[in-house]
């Protein structure tokens, strides 16, 4: 057996399982996007899609509020997983733990405890309009920013434990090193840790970015009707107005503006760490 | 000789710390104080104190059948998703194929693509080809979203990984299972043990796919959650919640105990 | 001879009623309250009466919609129920049976528009949601008393409307759009109100416990919503009371349609005409407060003050023709998301 063989026996069950359980089924559903009303096939949903401001809009908040909620995992993820990895042991299991607790409650009923502290008699509304930073009447629910807020702390655990695992590995003592020759403490960090732990952010924002692209519940809870993402409105398609050809060609607008933004980043993230 | 960590910067982590700690674990403080009211609302605080909707969950045969059905769904889940996705992750990051990029994308698709659009050609493909949907659709199809983060995690800790060492272990003269085994699979492990945890997760809090491939019988706990909320949306969705939330707690202590857990994480 | 053939026939019969002792049908029903309802009023009595076991799948309208489409090819529900109008396209997708009227003990005493096409395999109706305005009694200042009210400038920071996905949304909408002065033709003078209720402060939801959340936590005083959750929120203990607005009670019909392609036709049948048959009817009055589409139900009590029955006041529901909004709802929707989006 070549080294090669190898490597495609290893690849085998996952391209099974990719082609015949996922390619098959979605690639029949997205081919409804192109599929005309008399068997032909049309452009029409794609230019429905592309000519409409409400739509585009949509698919502009989607990218934006992906990106901020990216952005702020990785702020928050990064300092997180590097105390994580240099705490003791134990405090360590504790700091882990306290990350994913999140992904152990349902989605629904988490975003439910999001919506009742951030709902216009809740404790987080309430506060900001005690310190007067808000208007009277004012509630974070049904805006961006509540989006946001509930998505992030779903996300993080996937950037934090993506950047731990990379810097569990980094050998403490090229830090040491780095202080040694008479970097700070955070000059350390920004050129020894930082260039070293690429490959767990560049993993970390991949699936944060993608998953708060195409999440639907914590966004529709949060956001509600008012602030809709492209999920949100494939789900539409797909249960309300039971149009599937339209919900079909958002998905591939979906699909081709996520890839749009994540080529280039693995591109420069690979060429940057290689 | 090295100088500590500024005093400044160790202040400054610990209110890091406390600050993420109350962003992470207030909504979930709110669920188990929704749990624990007395009335029939979703509302907090809690209007008095009583356990009645953990009562009415563990003496409900619809709960306890759900949850059943999810905990074995996601446990088939982890190893499948674990064994697929870590397999490829370890092909991907050999380079040795051509398209190993491509390769790499293709295998993150399955994420990107919102999952109503993938249950509903599921359940099309599966209905044309085997009829009535069964725990095995389940299975596949959850399996197909939850592989991708294990590939993604094993890629990450491989990327760090030494590239010499499984070298090194061929010069010795060790064969190809020996190497897989004793060199490269303790590299992945970390990244293995991320991605089944996060395939784990996805699967027992799957409620896309599960609402959509279910028959009568096959029905998961989070798509119990969500039939439960239109017509009694009572603390009772909260009281599972928090009955979750316990279970995984006290399951890291029990590992603890036996084996402690800083050799877990410390790997 | 005769002996072998009584004893053969005798055979088949044992064979049969064994058969039928077996046979299961599958069917939707929409979680919760409504379940354990639909469970005493209908399937429990009829598994008894046939002996035949029921099994339900807990999915609403627009889910086991999406999910009967994707199964063409091997449906897996014999009976399907559905609140939004589904059926209509479903008959015209071929999803669903046509229905002979004469099958059907109980179709003959249906008010009329409850059977409105049988034959071309829309299901008949077995429950009617009035939707009216439910309202906070503790909490509002001066109760609505008519649709015209909710465009009351003092409601705006306190009222919560339905978004148009949800079919009380929908048909909600359609009623304020009627007594503004629109019509199933120009939604403009709905739409312009809505807006205005929202530079008010008024709040969109999408799903029902956001509602009772929002009357439980948030200072709700009025929404146009329907009866049935108007019933839940009161049995919940909410000081919620539903009113019918002046201008008229639109209603909302929940279907038992008959899925095409499945080999338990006849029981399925069976299952629909005990959904349609008075006893059924009455039960779901008094646990949910539904209005008997079964003319030949009597309510009594409590139950009749809350809920219209017989011909005359069924005949005073609205009903918003149901072909034209399935032919409109999507340029609606649309319509709907552009007039609220932010």
Redesign the interface.
Known sequence: MTDRQESALLLLPGLLLLAGAFLVPILQMLALSVAGPDGGWTLDHFRRFLGDGFYLAVLARTVRLSLVITAICLAVGFPMAYIMARARPRPRVWLIVLVILPLMTSVVVRTFGWMVLLSRSGLVSGLLRDFGLAPRNFALMYTETAIVIGMVQVLLPFMALSILGVILRIDPRIEEAARTMGCSFLRALAAVVLPLSLPGIVAGSLLVFTLSASSFVTPNLLGGPRVQVLAASVWRAVTQTLDWPFAAAQAVILFAGVLAILVPYIRIAGRGHG | ???A??PA?RVA?VV??AL??V??????V??VG?SLSE??????PPAGLSLRWYDRVLSSEAFLAAGWLSLRLALLVTLSAT???G??A???H?R??PGG?V????????????????A??????W??LF???SLAALW??H??IA?P?V???T???L???DPFAEEAARTMGAG?LRRLWLVVLPQCL??LG?GA??AF?LSF?E??LS??L????L?T??????????????PS??A??SL??AV??GL?VVI?RIVG??KV??T | MRNTVLLSVSAAAALAAAAASAQTITINSFGGRYEEAHRKCVIAPFEAATGAKVQIVTAYSADAFAQLRAQAAAPQFDVIHFSGGQEILGAKEGLLAPIDAASLANAADLVEVARPNLAGGQGPAYSIVALGLVYNSQAIPAPPTAWADLARPEYAGNLVLTDMSNTYGLQGFLMLNQVLGGDMTNIQPGLDAVKTMLDGGAVVVSTSPEIMQEFAQNEAWVAPYSSDYAFTLREAGLPVVFARGAEGTPAVFITANLVANRPNAELALKFIDREISPEAQVCFAGEMRYAPTNLKAELTGAVAEDTPYGAEALGSLLRFDPTVIEANRAAWVEAWNRTIAR
């Not at chain 2, 009335?39 to 907090?44: G, K, L, V």
């Not at chain 2, 390769?103 to 993938?118: D, K, Q």
């Open positions: 000789m090295v100088r960590v500024p910067l982590a890091f710390v993420t700690a962003f992470l674990v207030g909504p979930l709110v669920v929704v009335s029939q609302f979703i509302a907090f064994l697929v996705g397999a490829a370890i092909a991907i050999r040795r194929l990029e390769l790499g994308a293709l295998f993150l698709s399955p994420l990107v693509l919102p999952t109503i659009i993938y509903i050609g599921m359940l099309m493909l209905s044309a009829g009535p949907v596949i199809g399996t197909v592989a983060y590939v993604r995690t890629l990450a800790v990327a760090d990984s190809r970390p990244g991320a945890f996060f997760n809090d409620a896309v609402l959509f279910r028959r009568p019988g029905t706990l989070p798509v119990q959650i969500y039939g439960q909320l239109e017509f009694s949306p009572d969705v909260a599972v919640s979750m939330i995984t707690v890291i603890d857990v800083q994480a410390s």
